[in-house]
C-alpha cells in the first residue's frame, strides 16, 4: 500500500487561509468516506483534527475543514494562527482493510 | 481523563524480539478497536496493526506480516504488539490509539515507546 500523496510544506500568513492536499486512489480516498487528518506538534501524539472527510471532533477550531473529490482530500484552515504551525497527515481507510497515512505536510505561519 | 501508556521500546538487535505494551484508562476499552502505529526518527507516520474490541478482526500492514503479532487483555485494558526478527527499518517511536467501534479513524494517541533496532 503506497503511502498518500500530500505536499511537503505550506505556508502562509496569519489570517490567512492555506489548503493541504491527500490524494489517493480509488481502493482509498476515492473509495471511502473515511478520510480523517491528524496534527502532530514536534514531540508530540497526533491529534485527530477531521474525521469522516468532513466532520469535527469536539474541541477542534472550526477554523479547520474538511472535504473531498475524486480520489483527493482537502484539509482547510482559515484564519492562519500562529498555534496552528505543525505538521499535518491524512489518512485513509482502504479496501485491503488496512490504513494508509499521507506523508505529511510543514505547514509554517510566516 | 483517557489516558494510552506505552511502554517496552528499548535498543535491540537485528533479529531479535520485543513486547510493547499499551495501558488504557479513562474510558470503556472494550468498546474500542486498538492499533498500533509508528514514525520513524523524522518521517511521517505509518500504520502498523489494527485489532477488534473482541480480537476477532485483526490486520496488518504488509512490511510487519507475519512477524509482529497484535494483541490486547480485555480485562486488563492493554494492548500489546509481540515483534519478532526486528529489522533496522522498525525503529521508530511506536504509538498506540484507539478507535470507536464502527469508526475508521484514531481519536485519540498515546506518547508513543522508542523502539531501536541496532547492532
Known amino acids: 500500500q503506497s503511502a498518500l500523496t500530500q505536499p511537503a510544506s505550506v505556508s502562509g500568513s496569519p489570517g490567512q487561509s492555506i489548503t493541504i492536499s491527500c490524494t489517493g486512489t480509488?481502493?482509498?480516498?476515492?473509495?471511502?468516506?473515511?478520510v480523517s487528518w491528524y496534527q502532530q506538534h514536534p514531540g508530540k501524539a497526533p491529534k485527530l483534527m477531521i474525521y469522516?472527510?468532513?466532520n469535527r471532533p469536539s474541541g477542534v477550531s472550526n477554523r479547520f475543514s474538511g472535504s473531498k473529490s475524486g480520489n483527493t482530500a482537502s484539509l482547510t484552515i482559515s484564519g492562519l494562527q500562529a498555534e496552528d504551525e505543525a505538521d499535518y497527515y491524512c489518512?485513509?481507510?482502504?479496501?485491503?482493510?488496512?490504513?494508509?497515512f499521507g506523508g505529511g505536510t510543514k505547514l509554517t505561519v510566516l | 481523563e483517557v489516558q494510552l501508556v506505552e511502554s517496552g521500546g528499548d535498543l535491540v538487535q537485528p533479529g531479535r524480539s520485543l513486547r510493547l505494551s499499551c495501558a488504557a484508562s479513562?474510558?470503556?476499552?472494550?468498546?474500542?478497536?486498538m492499533h498500533w502505529v509508528r514514525q520513524a526518527p523524522g518521517k511521517g507516520l505509518e500504520w502498523v496493526s489494527g485489532?477488534?474490541?473482541?480480537?476477532?478482526?485483526?490486520d496488518y500492514a504488509d512490511s510487519v506480516k507475519g512477524r509482529f503479532t497484535i494483541s490486547r487483555d480485555n480485562a486488563k485494558n492493554s494492548l500489546y504488539l509481540q515483534m519478532n526478527s526486528l529489522r533496522a527499518e522498525d525503529t521508530a517511536l511506536y504509538y498506540c490509539?484507539?478507535?470507536?467501534?464502527?469508526?475508521?479513524?484514531?481519536?485519540?494517541w498515546g506518547q508513543g515507546t522508542l523502539v531501536t533496532v541496532s547492532s
Open positions: 479513562g474510558f470503556t476499552f472494550n468498546d474500542y478497536a
Open positions: 480509488s481502493s482509498d480516498v476515492g473509495g471511502y468516506n473515511y
Open positions: 490509539a484507539k478507535c470507536w467501534y464502527g469508526d475508521y479513524y484514531f481519536d485519540y
Open positions: 489518512s485513509s481507510y482502504t479496501s485491503s482493510s488496512t490504513w494508509v
Open positions: 485489532i477488534s474490541w473482541n480480537s476477532n478482526i485483526i
Open positions: 469522516d472527510v468532513n
